[in-house]
């Protein structure tokens, strides 16, 4: 591995750290989901949920696809994301 490779999965890693997209992970493991709907699962507000979104989007995490007025988010690799949090949780 280059050090390119070592900060991109730097950034990876801090991306997914945070608890709360830690949260829509989850529920996005779980099923795609637009944003009310993640609001509801995680009990945060809308403008939190959005703004946590957009991060895990900007990092090529996550995309969405428009339905009418809301965004449905989905994993871009479900089958990573589920083996990394279920290897984390196996640490606990």
Do not use: W
Not at 31 to 57: F, M, P, W, Y
């Amino acid at each position: 591995m280059n050090n390119g490779d070592y900060e991109k999965m730097s950034v990876f890693f801090r991306t997914i750290g945070n608890p709360t997209r830690l949260k829509i992970l989850t529920e996005l493991l779980k099923n795609e989901r637009c944003v009310g709907d993640v609001e509801n699962h995680i009990g945060t507000g809308q403008a939190n949920i959005s703004q946590h979104l957009a991060i895990l989007k900007r990092h090529d995490i996550v995309d969405c696809r428009k339905e009418g007025n809301m965004r449905c988010y989905f994993l871009k690799d479900p089958l990573l994301l589920k083996k990394i949090l279920d290897l984390a949780a196996q640490g606990n």
